[in-house]
T-cell receptor
Framework: SQQGEEDPQALSIQEGENATMNCSYKTSINNLQWYRQNSGRGLVHLIL?????REKHSGRLRVTLDTSKKSSSLLITASRAADTASYFCAPNQAGTALIFGKGTTLSVSS | DSGVTQTPKHLITATGQRVTLRCSPRSGDLSVYWYQQSLDQGLQFLIQ???????AKGNILERFSAQQFPDLHSELNLSSLELGDSALYFCASSPEGAGNTIYFGEGSWLTVV
């Protein structure tokens, strides 16, 4: 198992702006997953991108994966106050449990 | 609602005591995972069970143990509790083995006083 490292640790933006957070990892992966956690709640799966995919969209979310750089980014477009949460990436190798880093804490103010 | 149920939601206990946290996975999910989240340690993977068998072990202390029963529910036993064990304990489940999307419960808040 390996853990991803999210960057930045904290991000503050205004409603309507885009939020970009990055994830780096060390070894080859099968897929990479992004999760969101609202304060004190369980993590919620957002999106899974496989190692042979470069980009994936889900609603206002856009995830990219660059396996040559061992990095991924999560873009949230037109952010809303409800997007305020912590975001975690989980690079996944075959047959291993998901390990989470410290996450990016996103604050969206109105 | 993820479909993963954890009980109790909140628990306050004294140092040296033992507690059991319970988890019912989503219907049909064979894998159960336990995580511990605290302010200083972040979200730590403790252990995974798959269809009753231990599959992977993370940073689980020797004072902690877990099991998964034939009906697939799981229990995490925490003994000789210390102040530092105060944390939010999550259970998660997935349909198959590791590598897939996992679904988290809402957690059990443990406060050790």
């Amino acid at each position: 198992s390996q853990q991803g490292e999210e960057d930045p640790q904290a991000l503050s933006i205004q409603e309507g702006e885009n939020a970009t957070m990055n994830c780096s990892y060390k070894t080859s992966i099968n897929n990479l997953q992004w999760y969101r956690q609202n304060s004190g709640r369980g993590l919620v799966h957002l999106i899974l991108i496989r190692s042979n995919e470069r980009e994936k969209h889900s609603g206002r979310l856009r995830v990219t994966l660059d396996t040559s750089k061992k990095s991924s980014s999560l873009l949230i477009t037109a952010s809303r106050a409800a997007d305020t949460a912590s975001y975690f990436c989980a690079p996944n190798q075959a047959g291993t449990a998901l390990i989470f880093g410290k996450g990016t804490t996103l604050s969206v103010s109105s | 609602d993820s479909g993963v149920t954890q009980t109790p939601k909140h628990l306050i206990t004294a140092t040296g005591q033992r507690v059991t946290l319970r988890c019912s996975p989503r219907s049909g999910d064979l894998s159960v995972y336990w995580y511990q989240q605290s302010l200083d340690q972040g979200l730590q993977f403790l252990i995974q069970y798959y269809n009753g068998e231990e599959r992977a072990k993370g940073n689980i202390l020797e004072r902690f143990s877990a099991q998964q029963f034939p009906d697939l529910h799981s229990e995490l036993n925490l003994s000789s509790l210390e102040l530092g064990d105060s944390a939010l304990y999550f259970c998660a489940s997935s349909p198959e083995g590791a590598g897939n999307t996992i679904y988290f419960g809402e957690g059990s808040w443990l406060t050790v006083v």
